[in-house]
């Protein structure tokens, strides 16, 4: 701290003084002799007696007893000004508004003395000229905001999100970096928050996923008009795609063999336990193409037996999920099984997608089968309608995707024919459920 700022109250006020002197403005003028009080005639009623005395509007003088303080004139002080006495006492009111390089100041405090208001003015005004004295922030002020504000804010007001993209949301508010001021950010940091994903061992596809979900939650809150540099986001993303610092997920060739359902399959027969009809539901979404997660949405009610369609709500979309319903073909199987399913609910598939997926992934594990996915056989199904001779539009009509270029990594396919023609699982599940 430097010398200035260690004057100390004594010093200040010798200061103060001086300038007084010297003809400051708050010098003061001669006060001028008390007049004496005039004594009351013996005339007086007692009417007049009680009535209260004059006052001027900057002095007032004390209706009490004789011993109690009167008020003193204080029109003369700048900043300080006389109250209506209280109790009796006399109150003088001291306030003080002064801009400064760090902001306003308004400050007031109420004494009974004048001289201790005097003093308590000249100390406020020593400290402001001295620095001494921050300016307070206003009540209900708008602070800049930080990065994990306005991912909580995102997280609460904005559409509801996949359990998926909540916890990527989470791992940004509770992460330390984003404890920063947003208006701050610049490239540095984005490159210093995906090495932070790195450092824990992430793939640069996974990292790829927290950063787009952090990139959309800025500039999401730019375009509610929060303090966000919304070029430095783009720009950042930007620079890690074309760096590849990032990286998009690698299209998976990955399709299961006969053989290998067949074990999957034997292994949730020999499971008494298992309750999802996982056997069903895996047979279904190869002959549907349909993905998980859509399959156990799909309603008695959406579905329309004489043009063999069903609506897909809230079909996979990277913009418009919540409102993308479309309506699919169902191939002769992927009906068959529909029907044969038993009406206890309003869904077709009344399981959890999650608890389904576990289930398929247990029983493969449990045959020693690496790297098949419960996805993978929507792969196959999609891949089947190809080798099979169908047509891109039909084939668009029964995977929902609405664009030919989806369908790119479908057309290199080698074989030709339906090697499920004669899956004796398509009867086992047809066969199960008519005896439910």
Same mark, same amino acid.
Do not use: Y
């Given at each position: 701290m430097s010398h200035t700022t260690q004057v100390s109250s004594k010093n200040i006020l010798q200061q103060i003084s001086r300038d007084r002197a010297a003809?400051?403005?708050?010098a003061f003028r001669a006060e001028l002799p008390a007049q004496p009080r005039p004594a009351e005639s013996s005339g007086t009623s007692k009417k007049d007696s009680l009535r209260k005395p004059k006052q001027t509007k900057r002095t007032q003088v004390s209706t009490k007893a004789d011993n109690l303080p009167t008020v003193e004139d204080c029109s003369d002080e700048p900043f300080i000004s006389a109250r209506a006495p209280k109790d009796g006492l006399p109150r003088y009111c001291a306030q003080i508004r002064r801009r400064t390089d760090g902001g306003p100041i308004n400050i007031s405090k109420t004494f009974t003395s004048l001289k201790d208001a005097k003093k308590w003015r000249d100390d406020t005004l020593a400290q402001i000229q001295l620095g001494l004295l921050a300016p307070k922030q206003e009540e209900g002020s708008k602070t800049a905001p930080r990065?994990?504000?306005? &991912?909580?804010?995102?997280?609460?007001?904005?559409?509801?999100?996949?359990?998926?993209?909540?916890q990527n949301l989470e791992f940004w508010i509770n992460h330390p970096r984003c404890q920063e001021p947003a208006s701050t950010i610049d490239l540095k940091w984005f490159q210093n928050a995906a090495e932070d994903l790195f450092k824990l061992e992430m793939m640069p596809q996974t990292a790829a996923t927290y950063m787009t979900m952090l990139a959309s939650s800025l500039k999401w809150a730019a375009e509610r008009d929060e303090d966000v540099p919304y070029d430095v986001v783009v720009r950042a993303?930007?620079?890690?795609?074309?760096?590849?610092?990032?990286?998009?997920?690698?299209?998976?060739?990955?399709?299961?063999?006969?053989?290998?359902?067949?074990?999957? +399959?034997?292994?949730?027969?020999?499971?008494?336990r298992q309750k999802i009809p996982v056997i069903? &539901?895996?047979?279904?979404?190869? +002959?549907?193409?349909?993905?998980?997660?859509?399959?156990?949405?799909?309603?008695?009610?959406?579905?329309?037996?004489?043009?063999?369609?069903?609506?897909?709500r809230e079909m996979k979309h990277p913009r418009k999920k919540?409102?993308?319903?479309v309506w699919v073909k169902l191939t002769p199987q992927a009906m068959k099984i529909i029907l044969s399913m038993p009406r206890t609910s309003d869904f077709i598939f009344p399981y959890n997608p999650r608890s389904v997926g576990t289930a398929f992934r247990r029983h493969r594990e449990r045959v020693k089968i690496d790297d098949l996915r419960f996805h993978d056989l929507r792969h196959e199904g999609i891949s089947r309608l190809f080798e099979k001779g169908k047509r891109d539009h039909f084939v668009m009509k029964t995977s929902g995707h609405q664009s030919r270029s989806c369908l790119d990594r479908y057309v290199n396919v080698e074989k030709k024919g339906d090697k499920f023609k004669n899956l004796h699982w398509l009867d086992w599940v047809l066969a199960y459920w008519a005896r439910t």
């Open positions: 003809g400051s403005p708050f990065v994990c504000d306005l &991912i909580q804010k995102r997280k609460d007001k904005g559409r509801s999100v996949e359990k998926t993209a909540t993303m930007k620079v890690l795609w074309h760096d590849e610092i990032l990286a998009r997920s690698e299209e998976r060739e990955r399709r299961p063999t006969l053989d290998e359902l067949d074990l999957i +399959f034997d292994a949730v027969l020999a499971n008494k069903t &539901i895996s047979v279904f979404a190869i +002959f549907s193409c349909r993905r998980l997660s859509e399959i156990c949405r799909l309603r008695w009610s959406d579905l329309n037996v004489t043009d063999r369609k069903i609506l897909v919540k409102t993308n319903d």
